[in-house]
């Protein structure tokens, strides 16, 4: 007797497509935990091997190049924990090995950034003002494309200004942030807050309550001190009258052309061309010019430094709640919202 067999090749179909799945997932998930295995492993060396005890080596005289890209802002990490951007202690760092060094001749700060923290800012305008003092060595500053807010008050000790053509600056003032109240949205969900403090501005500034005209005005005079401040050292830096410099810092962005008409830098140029100017002005025939540049050369940021984690998360709620966490990046800053 034959028997005769009846297949749902469909139902076949859907079967092997779950086991190839299961069999996919399974393999990503042990190389997940080789790297995993291999990045801790690796840690005992990472402290050698990051970055932070990378040394400036050179045989013979030099100029140093220091790069300011992306946010002036410290420990900034990406999902992993890793070092990305800006590294603000470990240049900080640096240049005082250069103001150390008698090897160094002098420094050219490459500004490519829309600005930063008030605190990051000055800590990094002060380090550099330092370098000036102690070494009586050049500074240059050249602008990428955007040095604003916190870019340009950086810039600002610098001996020389150069701007490339194409570069943005200016934004010369300060923001708090964007403050949300999202009170009547938690109402809409049904979400009742409390919020327990001594001291009756202590919540100041939190997003499920109003904002009251005292509060207000507190926010206000910080953002005004932090505000002549900025001003203070462009007139001091570029030798401009104070009453001047305020008329021109309403935060509005400046064009290479137009920053170069109100005295804010000295000229329009490539970075080459302002390392040329440097070498002739200060007759630095015989430097080598080496870059000093943040590497993150330890294991694990080998293996994951360029893997991106998709972020899973929707809905409108969810969205608002990044703008504001967005906004919220820096309590008070120069920083540039366009460019930021």
Request: proline content about 3%; charged content about 25%.
């Amino acid at each position: 007797m034959t028997e005769i067999r009846e297949y749902n090749m469909e139902a076949l179909g859907t079967e092997k497509k779950k086991n190839r799945l299961i069999k996919n997932l399974i393999i990503f998930a042990c190389i997940i935990a080789g790297i995993i295995l291999l990045a801790f492993l690796g840690s005992g060396i990472k402290n050698a091997i990051w970055g932070e005890d990378q040394d400036i080596s050179a045989s013979g005289p030099y100029i140093a190049t220091i790069y300011v890209e992306g946010s002036i802002a410290a420990g900034q990490r990406d999902t992993f924990g890793l070092p990305v951007g800006y590294q603000h202690n470990w240049t900080l760092e640096k240049i005082d090995e250069l103001i150390a060094d008698p090897n160094n001749r002098g420094l050219i700060l490459f500004v490519d950034s829309p600005g930063g923290g008030v605190y990051e800012s000055d800590e990094l305008y002060l380090s550099l003002k330092e370098y000036k003092e102690v070494t009586d060595r050049p500074v240059y500053a050249v602008m990428g494309s955007m040095a604003a807010s916190g870019g340009y008050y950086i810039s600002a000790p610098a001996d020389k200004i150069v701007a490339n053509r194409n570069t943005w600056t200016g934004s010369i003032g300060v923001t708090i942030g964007t403050l949300y109240d999202i009170s009547e949205l938690l109402e809409t969900y049904g979400v009742k807050t409390v919020t327990i403090t001594a001291g009756s501005n202590k919540a100041m500034g939190s997003s499920v309550e109003p904002l009251t005209e005292e509060q207000l005005a507190i926010f206000q005079s910080l953002v005004d001190d932090a505000y002549e401040q900025f001003t203070g050292i462009i007139s001091e830096e570029r030798g401009i009258d104070l009453n001047e410099v305020k008329k021109l810092a309403d935060g509005r962005i400046y064009t290479a052309e137009q920053a170069l008409a109100l005295n804010l830098v000295d000229s329009i140029g490539t970075f080459d061309e302002a390392l040329d100017e440097m070498v002739e002005e200060y007759e630095l025939y015989n430097c080598a010019v080496i870059d000093v540049v943040y590497k993150d050369n330890s294991l694990w940021g080998s293996l994951l430094g360029g893997v991106n984690i998709p972020d899973l998360k929707g809905g409108d709620v969810t969205a608002i709640l990044k703008t504001i966490e967005g906004d919220s990046k820096f309590p008070i800053s120069y920083e540039c919202e366009l460019l930021k």
